[in-house]
Nanobody, 123 residues
């Protein structure tokens, strides 16, 4: 069973930076698509960034956020720079044991989820 554990959330002022981590355990052989989603209060969970054969970013974070991975540590990261108050949300790590050419941005496609980590950006 694949398990995902996020960390690195917190409170930061607008314009600041945070780095989120997601440790992946229980992953068997094969290629995985990894992604970050977020959910603000009263809103649906939305795609932020993902890495399959290609990498994809939501327009709202393009140029500010970077997804990366360290296979030796079984960890994926989300580096968030130039944070805005509208980035405030619970951030979730997601995974699926398939690797299509294009990153899938819908929540229903992913079958493994972390518990989430809160990111709050003050103005």
């Amino acid at each position: 069973q694949v398990q995902l554990v996020e960390s690195g959330g917190g409170l930061v002022q607008a314009g600041g930076s945070l780095s989120l981590s997601c440790v992946v355990s229980g992953r068997t052989g094969g290629r995985y698509t990894m992604a970050w989603f977020r959910q603000a209060p009263g809103k649906e969970r939305e795609f932020v960034a993902g890495s399959s054969i290609r990498t994809l970013y939501a327009d709202s974070v393009k140029g500010r956020f970077t997804i990366s991975s360290d296979n030796a540590k079984n960890t994926i990261y989300l580096q968030m720079n130039s944070l805005k108050p509208e980035d405030t949300a619970v951030y979730y790590c997601a995974a699926k044991g398939e690797q299509p050419i294009l990153v899938i941005t819908t929540t229903g496609w992913y079958n493994y989820w972390g518990q989430g980590t809160q990111v709050t950006v003050s103005s």
